[in-house]
């Protein structure tokens, strides 16, 4: 997404609270999506020191909540922020692959479903020396 008038096609929202630490890795890993066409917003949950992201986008953006109600309540603020046609969730310690994005917009539009469409991806469990311990995969339906 080079015009940051334009719409995103895709929103990903990363509510955080207090762990600075971590949410530049999660902030980082969805700017780093193959897809261009994203927005990231992140969710500052009331930090006790207010968040600041390490690098400077114009597809990223963040929302402060004053008072902490949670990360559900954070998410549902970064659903009210988004401007993508597609929407997403990530946690603070979480990072995706480049591709998740773009793995999951190709298999909507493969869907024969009637809208609103949902995609459900795995999730890889990785050590603090990034090997996977496990492998997680979503509950398929029908």
Not at 30 to 50: K, W
Request: aromatic share 2%.
């Amino acid at each position: 997404m080079t015009d940051p008038q334009a719409r995103p096609l895709v929103t990903i929202v990363i509510p955080t609270h207090d762990r600075p630490h971590l949410v530049d890795r999660a902030v980082l890993s969805a700017l780093a999506q193959d897809e261009p066409a994203v927005e990231v917003i992140v969710v500052d949950d009331a930090s006790t020191t207010p968040y600041r992201p390490s690098v400077s986008d114009q597809r990223l953006r963040t929302v402060r909540i004053d008072e902490s109600d949670g990360a559900n309540a954070a998410r549902n603020v970064g659903l009210a922020h988004a401007r993508g046609e597609w929407i997403t969730f990530l946690d603070d310690d979480d990072e995706l692959y480049p591709h998740m994005v773009r793995a999951s917009l190709d298999t909507a539009s493969r869907s024969d479903l009637p809208p609103p469409v949902s995609i459900l991806t795995a999730m890889e469990v990785v050590d603090e020396g990034g090997a996977v311990t496990e492998v997680r995969l979503p509950v398929t339906m029908p």
